[in-house]
């Protein structure tokens, strides 16, 4: 390829724009390195040496690196309070001499003011002499410019005024240094740029500083060497396999550099970042034939990914009529378990509650009949009491009418009576008689002499029938009923009746009660309340 097409490139395929196709360099890719040389002092030298930092130079944006410092000397600020203890010592000394003729002897600027002068002057200037160098370096200490001496880390005092540290250097860091060229000509003359990022270690100090010219010195001849190197390097290579320079061995550019280097520097690792055509055009026909690759394969996969999509959907159809029908008969088969279960609970259902109505009826009939077994047995009790101590009865039942008798005392009528005399021949109305007769009172006996001659004639088959039924109660009391389920109130002792919903519920401790009648058990006392008619009857 001549020098003519190196000049310009036409774009070889329509709609492609040599625009599209910027360099790595115009995006910011590359950044280049500076080395700096600042002027500290030495309690900063240490954060100096081992910082580095971005800013711009001539408008562009560079890495700053600082490998050696130059240390600041003695400072006259810090010894100017002890020249003032000696001016002022000899400014007093001065006047004590004129009015004293023994002014080593004067209490304020005697001989132990100057002593104190002295050792404060010395112990400053010792101070100040005391030179702390970084961890990692070495300082360079010269004479009236001359070097004396090159010391490692620690401390380091300098009682001579005239020895200094001038110069303080990194001798163990890497430093990275990212050296571009912009523009080279390869073997076809087609302009090319590449970026070599090198890092480099100062291993002698003095040759550094005095052969190679310090930080100003060896940034100069580093560039020159690597853009002569570089410039070399792309000369021998064709323009079209210029991309294939970056991650290349270069071993053989790094011993070449460190020739020119050594002893003062060793460079440790080189490497190619960046390589490219300056030309756009020119990428565009370098990039052209990839592009077309790339779009073939681009249509292909494209293609392939259509295909596969069309294939997955026609699966995932399948899956989900399967899936579908699947579904259908689980339903289906859930139903039929939830209708045999359903009739199976209904039929089950149906069948406890039979079975709990027949329970149901049987303890009723049971209950009724212990009822009335228990309701005889009480009436029998009751004729028998009756026929033993008639008084009682006739004390409760007196009693009972009193309260009846004060209970309604305060609802009785008003009534006058007009004329005519009771036969005391008092008139009035008499209350007493009156609430007798509202009530029903006459004032005839409970029992008759025929009725009590009546119910102790048939005392003794009362008895008998007492003493039977009091079996057959016993057994009642005592008897498990595994039909009849026992309720919370039930006591123990009782007998428990299973009643349906609004029926009276069962009485414990063996009493039951049947209308206004009170049934115990021999030995136990009746109830108040007892019903006089029936007892009557019997």
């Known amino acids: 390829m001549g020098d003519d097409d190196s000049e310009s490139y036409e774009p070889r395929e329509e709609g492609m724009d040599p625009a599209d196709f910027p360099a790595a360099r115009e995006q910011g890719g590359s950044i280049a390195t500076v080395m700096a040389q600042k002027t500290v002092s030495l ?53 004590v001499s004129a009015a004293d003729d023994s002014p080593l002897t004067n209490p304020l600027f005697g001989i132990h003011y100057w002593v104190i002068a002295v050792l404060a002057v010395a112990f400053i200037w010792w101070r ?83 052969t190679l010219g310090a930080v100003r010195g060896f940034e100069e001849k580093l560039s020159n060497a690597v853009s002569e190197t570089i410039r070399s390097l792309i000369y021998e290579q064709e323009a079209a396999g210029i991309y294939d320079m970056v991650g290349e061995d270069t071993s053989r550019l790094l011993e070449q550099l460190n020739q020119q280097f050594r002893p003062a520097v060793e460079l440790t690792n080189a490497n190619i970042t960046h390589a490219e055509p300056a030309d756009r055009a020119y990428r565009m026909d370098l990039a052209a034939p990839e592009m077309v690759r790339m779009a073939k394969e681009a249509y292909t996969h494209e293609y392939a990914l259509m295909l596969r999509k069309e294939q997955d959907e026609g699966d995932l159809s399948k899956e989900l009529a399967t899936s579908h029908e699947t579904l259908s008969a689980i339903q289906a088969d859930i139903a039929q378990y939830q209708a045999q279960m359903d009739t199976a609970v209904e039929r089950e259902t149906n069948r406890a509650q039979a079975l709990a109505r027949q329970r149901y009826v049987q303890a009723e009939s049971e209950a009724k009949a212990n009822a009335a077994l228990l309701e005889a047995q009480a009436l029998d009790i009751r004729a028998v009491t009756a026929a033993e101590a008639p008084e009682i009865l006739e004390y409760r039942y ?107 519920p069962t009485v414990p401790d063996g009493s039951y009660e049947t209308g206004p009648a009170s049934v115990a058990f021999p030995g136990e006392r009746l109830t108040e309340g007892q019903d006089h008619t029936e007892e009557a009857g019997e």
């Open 398 to 504: 007196q009693q009972q009418i009193l309260d009846t008798l004060e209970q309604v005392a305060d609802h009785l009528p008003r009534l006058v009576r007009i004329g005519g005399a009771d036969g005391s021949g008092a008139a009035g109305v008499d209350f007493l008689q009156l609430a007798r007769e509202l009530v029903g009172e006459r004032g005839d006996e409970l029992f008759t002499e025929s009725d009590m001659a009546t119910m102790r004639s048939r005392l003794d088959e009362v008895a008998a029938r007492i003493a039977e039924r009091q079996g057959e109660i016993e057994e009642l009391r005592e008897a498990e009923r595994p039909t009849v389920p026992a309720t919370p109130d039930a006591e123990p002792g009782g007998v428990p009746v299973v009643a349906p919903d609004g029926a009276a």
């Open 43 to 95: 309690d900063e030298a240490g954060e100096a040496l081992n910082r580095s930092e971005q800013k711009r130079e001539d408008g562009e944006k560079v890495h700053a690196i600082c490998p050696m410092v130059l240390p600041k000397g003695r400072s006259f600020i810090s010894m100017l309070p002890v020249l003032c203890l000696l001016v002022i010592g000899a400014v007093g000394t001065a006047v």
């Open 128 to 210: 100040q002499g005391m030179v702390m160098v970084p961890d990692g370096c070495q300082a360079l200490i010269t004479r009236f410019g001359k070097l004396e001496k090159v010391v490692g880390p620690g401390r380091v005092t300098l009682i001579s005024p005239w020895k200094r540290v001038s110069y303080i250097v990194n001798t163990t860091r890497e430093y990275p240094f990212n050296a571009p060229v912009r523009e080279a000509p390869t073997k076809g003359g087609v302009k090319a740029s590449i970026d070599l990022f090198i890092q480099f270690r100062i291993s002698d100090p003095t040759e550094f500083v005095y």
